[in-house]
């Protein structure tokens, strides 16, 4: 199993849900798709988002759009960016208890909402119509969003996250190794091929 | 002309200054080997060092030796570090305006000795002692270090740097673009091959 760690708002973590099931079927390990929050992640490290960042901020939005395009991946800059991903982690986990493969499929709708037609996931509605176009059942997820239980699964997920050391999206786990970034997915290949090095 | 901005304190512009040349001679595209310093631009963006983030630092220490052994190239974490760079910084330009073959030469030598052989290159005297082994002119290097002519050309590639957006080490920019980390020459080989994209 390799863990497969992402925040909702990060581009190269979109990215890295359009190609990384490339990656998981040539090597032949299944991924488990782990959505967390970066906010409390920049807590603990003292970081920011990276286009905020002076110099660095520029070279990334102009890197977003070069890796995206490299990767053949559609990719709109979003009006809004970033933004609170609360409500789309809750309804990923809701519907991940349910059925991975449909919650998997609910994350790259969201992601592609996000980042291809400029739509503002933070909303719940937003995450509630997309999931709705999926056939997934709304009126159960809108109650879920509200659900303390939910809300507690989705603060374990991200307590989780933080404790496996992920300080990053995307970031990847395997055996214990990681692997921070989308651009890292070779690296990851070649190390679970070799068995490391 | 391909520009490789790299700071002597910097375990992946190390890595990068001993594959870097693999690369350019694959592409068939000169590179100018030009150091600077990561303070002044640390200034800038806020950032700090690598190893100084919380779980960031953890993550990079793994993550400078898998990458030096999967270049297969030497590395030992120094005992201190960072350290300032600022007598390598100057000799290096001492030397590139006479002979930027030996000046490249001399950069790997400093490299080398701080990364493998755990030599504290801060100190101007051990500049001086591996100039010496090259068969460079040690006294008239150690003069070099007190001119004010050289302090003036060592800011001013400083300066140059931060104009040029550099913020991190390695940084790599060919036709204007900008290229950061070592992990990402095979982006920048596949750019100019393909004349971008």
Redesign the interface.
Known sequence: MIDFYFEFSSPYGYIASQVAEETEKRIGRPMRWRPFLLGP?FK?????PLVE????G??SK??FS?TA??HDVPFRYPGKFPIGTVAALRAFYWLDDQDPKKARELAKALYRAYFVDGIDISAPAAVLEIAKGLGIDAEALAKALEDPAIKERGKKEVDAA?AA????SPFFIVDGE?F??V??L??LE?WVRKGG?
């Open positions: 992640v603990v490290t003292g970081q920011a960042i002076p110099m660095k520029e070279y102009r890197d070069r395009r490299m933080l050391g992920v300080f990053g990681p921070w970034g651009d890292r070779p690296m070649a090095w």
